[in-house]
């Protein structure tokens, strides 16, 4: 049996959101209770911008994704963005497919979602530390250094939430 941790990155600036995304309402439950929901009880799950904060603040998701990774010790760690409410329901599935150093949904647009993905905790912290100064690191630059697996899904899964328009396309879509 695999054991893993979740990571929530439920931080960032909310620039285009206008206000804290993690507390935006969908279908009447907040999208940092929409992803939480998808996590087994009993995994231990870290939200940065809640439970601790990336140093320096606003580091970005790659900073974030450090910070939390020092609350976690289990083989594998699934890493969720609180803008994206059903991510996490494809985590069992993700889990199931690793192969390398990570395993990431792709839609049928061939995009690769890296903030909804299970990583082997050991490989990302080698890939981190390669990376060196993780302030305003991208995804893309921690994604050329691991070996990464995909998994096809349904668009559906990986609505990503950025701004209130699509918030508003994510209500009409149930």
């Known amino acids: 049996m695999k054991t893993w941790s979740a990571i929530v990155l439920s931080g960032g600036t909310n620039k285009r959101f206008g206000s804290d995304k993690s507390q935006a309402l969908l ?4 999208l940092l209770d929409h992803v939480l929901s998808f996590i087994p009880e009993g995994i231990k799950t870290v939200i940065v911008g809640k439970d601790v904060f990336e140093d320096p603040p606003l580091g970005g998701p790659v900073a974030g994704i450090a ?3 020092q609350e976690i010790d289990t083989e594998f760690v699934a890493i969720a963005a609180v803008d994206m409410p059903y991510g996490s329901s494809l985590f069992s599935q993700l889990l199931d497919a690793i ?3 990570a395993v990431m949904p792709v839609d049928s647009d061939g995009f690769r979602q890296p903030l909804c993905a299970i990583y082997r905790r050991d490989s990302l912290l080698i890939a981190l530390h390669k990376l060196g100064d ?3 690191q991208s ?3 921690l994604c050329d250094v691991l070996i990464i697996d995909e998994v096809q899904v349904k668009p559906s899964a ?3 939430i950025d701004t209130p328009a699509d918030l508003i396309a994510a209500h009409e879509l149930n």
């Open 27 to 30: 279908n009447g439950i907040t």
């Open 158 to 160: 990986l609505i990503d």
């Open 67 to 69: 910070r939390g990774l």
């Open 99 to 101: 192969q390398g150093d």
């Open 134 to 136: 993780l302030h305003g």
């Open 139 to 141: 995804m893309r630059a």
